[in-house]
């Protein structure tokens, strides 16, 4: 895949606001086949620095809740305002178990980089995020995972960087298949690999961000050939429970 849109930002203010892989590419990759429009509600749920909530403003016009609990609302109000967003781009310090908004109140709910530390639950989903969304939107995730899940027999090259603890979120399309599709209020669309999995952890590693340093030793080294980006694609279901 061409990352058209994504390269088109300024490349040192994408790096200052990286938390992880290139969340722009992730992004771009994942909204490509969603029906997004000015005035849509999105909810961008773990948005870190909001770099992919200036993306769907940007490129899609929708009105963006830009929620997260790691970074500040008045931190990422500023980077919207410099960015001549703040009218489409609204700023929410919150936590995703305890969203503080209405029923059925989004279009869509996107989530980069995030869902992997607080969905692995299999009531989360129906019980913490479906609820804001109406009959028949749009819920697109997208985080790192594992081909194949190996915890209980994790290859040395990953303890390089990580502690096995750090790597328990990480499982694999299979094993998020099985979780989602407990849930009673969403459809699953698909769930797969996404192709921008080198390009977004390249454009990690280069950065002299301390947490891209740190991870370069266990992927020069080949954890990498464990793992995989997911994306997971889903409908509000038409009947609201």
Known sequence: MKFIKSDKYEKQFVEENLMGPNSLKMVEELTSTLDLHPGMKVMDLGCGKGLT????AKEFG??????????????????FKQMGLD??????????????FAEEFFDAIISVDAYYYFGREASFMDDKIAPFVKSGGQIALAFPGFKKD???????????????EDL?????????NNLLAQSQKIHIQSIEEMTCFETCWSDWLSSDIEYAINDRKSMEAGAGKYMNMISVLAQRSNKLR
Not at 87 to 100: F, M, S
Not at 156 to 161: G, K, V
Request: proline share 7%; with cysteine; glycine share 2%.
């Open 53 to 56: 909530s200036i993306f769907l």
């Open 62 to 79: 929708v009105q963006v809740f830009a929620t997260d609990l790691w970074v500040g609302a008045t931190e990422n109000y500023n980077r």
């Open 87 to 100: 009218d489409l781009i609204i700023p929410i310090h919150a936590d995703a178990t305890d969203l503080p």
């Open 150 to 164: 190996i915890h209980d027999n994790l290859p040395p090259e990953f303890l390089l960087s990580w502690k096995a």
């Open 168 to 176: 328990e979120t990480f499982h694999s399309c299979e094993w998020w």
